[in-house]
């Protein structure tokens, strides 16, 4: 089994819709970060949390929202998606011990009509 | 602000062939990470560089990192077509935040 995964893998929604990105990892990490990719822009971060209790704002936090419901689980929220989030988005995972490299999940390929 | 510039964006080689692709980074770091991305695919970790002048090799890839220079490269030898793919390099802050990523060298690697 994976050790990050995210669903859903792809969505389509329309203007105004709320949506919820989830992510979970089995890899026993602490810290979690939410990623956008456009292309030709590289990967953004959005929100990053090094803990339960800690979240932070990324680069372009503005439009999402996200909760971290336990160690393992950290969740990405559109209130009001508009069709310029239509974009890939990753969550990735990292040891706050150690070398923190950062793993990623599949991705998540959402599109906003 | 960290800013991390890679170059060339756009590689076409010939199988065969040897290139170096270049990471500049803007801010003091120790870390720096390259990954590999596969057309609609995730992010694949290459190499870690925790250290001035650290080299690390896997295949036909090198990777090498100058901390005074601010500059990392990856190095390709030999280019084979399964290295076709995007190549990103990432920096730590060193301020515990998060990494700061390139926009990617997209390589295509033709017979």
């Known amino acids: ?113 | 602000e960290l800013k991390v510039e890679q170059n060339p964006l756009f590689l076409s080689m010939q199988e065969g062939k040897n290139y170096t692709i270049y990471c500049n980074y803007s801010t003091t770091s120790d870390r720096l990470y390259w990954y590999r991305q596969d057309p609609g695919k995730s992010l694949e970790s290459l190499f870690v560089l925790l250290s001035n002048g650290a080299v690390k090799q896997e295949g036909r890839l090198m990777a090498s990192l100058d901390t005074k220079a601010r500059l990392s490269t990856l190095h390709i030898t030999a280019a084979v077509h399964d290295l076709s793919a995007t190549y990103f390099c990432a920096v730590d802050s060193n301020s515990g935040y998060a990494l700061n990523f390139g926009k990617g060298t997209s390589l295509l690697v033709t017979p």
Request: net charge neutral; with cysteine.
């Open chain 1, 1 to 113: 089994d994976a050790d990050v995964t995210q669903t859903p893998r792809n969505r389509i929604t329309k203007t105004g819709k709320r949506i919820m990105l989830e992510c979970s990892q089995t890899k026993g990490h602490d810290r979690m970060y939410w990623y956008r990719q456009d292309p030709g822009l590289g990967l953004r971060l959005i929100y990053y949390s090094f803990d339960v209790k800690d979240i932070n704002k990324g680069e372009i936090s503005d439009g999402y929202s996200v909760s971290r419901q336990a160690q393992a689980k950290f969740s990405l929220s559109l209130e009001s998606a508009i069709p310029n989030q239509t974009a890939l988005y990753f969550c990735a995972t990292s040891d706050l011990e150690g070398i923190d490299e950062q793993f990623f999940g599949p991705g998540t390929r959402l599109t906003v009509l």
